[in-house]
């Protein structure tokens, strides 16, 4: 288990000072979620089944592997092992 948690350690994203408020690091954020807004309001547009089907499965991907990420580290970030049931 001793490997997991390195594992976590090792892709947990630490930021050492908290971000200003409307500094870079929010703004690199609302222009990528706009961008996806955007890309997905034009393939929904389309009105064709298999690129709406096409933006659900990436959606989809992309909240599965945030959910999944999430779960690992918080299991992993202190040793020994605990399932912190209430971060989720």
Do not use: C
């Not at 408020?21 to 961008?35: D, E, M, N, R, S």
């Not at 890309?39 to 064709?48: G, H, I, L, P, T």
Request: charged letters at 20%; hydrophobic letters at 50%.
């Amino acid at each position: 288990m001793n490997f997991f948690h390195d594992f976590a350690d090792v892709i947990m994203m630490k930021m050492t000072d908290r971000p200003k408020p409307f500094g870079v690091f929010h703004i690199f954020f609302v222009l990528i979620t706009a961008a996806g807004v955007w890309f997905a309001a034009s393939q929904a547009k389309r009105d064709e089944k298999k690129s709406l089907n096409s933006l659900y499965t990436i959606a989809a991907m992309i909240m599965l592997f945030g959910e999944l990420y999430k779960q690992f580290v918080y299991t992993f970030e202190d040793m020994p092992i605990r399932y912190n049931w209430y971060y989720f």
